[in-house]
């Protein structure tokens, strides 16, 4: 079940992992990006948590909704504006009293495409949320199961972002994104948020 508390214990737990890799995240971007994508995570996440602690929200959709306002504006880069995109699709779809893990991340996956406009194979972090979502509908998500899609963008060609600049030379490597977003719905399974 979803839950305000449940939920603050998740994205905590994901600011957690942001700042434990930050360092891993940016090298993975510095191969085929900028270098910045750990940076630009951990600015997103200590914001949001210093964000949820100062406003203590009392419903699902009012965490959601201040996580996403703290990354849009803090994270910067391609990702800030996608997280931020994605949480706020999240916190509307989460008004109701009996809130789906499933229908939260449908919802965070199609604002992401909406803004990015990036389709599954295009080496984004796409390719971490829609196998997610494949695998809440058959109640099969694990965290091999992550792993395996994060790990699995490592064959994929860049054909969207800063990495498409690389065009076949980011063939081999992970995209920082995935990892990233990875990182997310592993947070989200160790707190029970399913
Ligand atoms: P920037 O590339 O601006 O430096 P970051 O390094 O923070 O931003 O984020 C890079 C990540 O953003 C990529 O690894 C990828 O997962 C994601 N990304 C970039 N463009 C798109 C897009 N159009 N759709 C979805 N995800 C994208
Ligand atoms: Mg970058
Ligand atoms: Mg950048």
Same mark, same amino acid.
């Given at each position: 079940m979803v839950t305000v508390e449940n939920t603050v214990n998740w994205l905590k737990n994901f600011a957690d992992k942001i700042e434990t890799n930050k360092a891993y995240l940016s090298d993975l971007d510095r191969?085929?990006?900028?270098?910045?994508h750990g940076n630009n995570m951990a600015r997103g996440v200590q914001a949001m948590v210093e964000k949820l602690d100062d406003s203590e929200p009392t419903s699902v959709q009012a965490v959601l909704k201040t996580a996403s306002m703290a990354l849009l504006s803090k994270?910067? !880069?391609?990702s800030g504006p996608l997280y931020g995109t994605a949480l706020l699709e999240m916190s509307k779809q989460a008004?109701?009293?009996?809130?789906?893990v499933k229908s939260l991340v449908e919802a965070g996956l199609a604002g992401i495409q909406k803004r990015g406009k990036a389709e599954v194979g295009?080496?984004?972090?796409v390719d971490l949320w829609a196998p997610v979502l494949d695998h809440l509908n058959k109640q099969t998500l694990s965290k091999e199961a992550i792993d395996e899609a994060v790990n699995a963008t490592k064959d994929l060609k860049a054909?969207? !972002?800063?990495?498409?600049?690389?065009g076949d030379r980011s063939i081999g490597a992970i995209d920082p994104g995935a990892a990233s977003s990875g990182y997310l719905f592993e947070a989200m399974m160790e707190e029970g948020v399913l």
């Open positions: 191969a085929i990006g900028d270098g910045d994270i910067g !880069g391609a008004k109701e009293d009996q809130i789906e295009e080496k984004t972090m054909t969207k !972002g800063r990495a498409s600049y690389v």
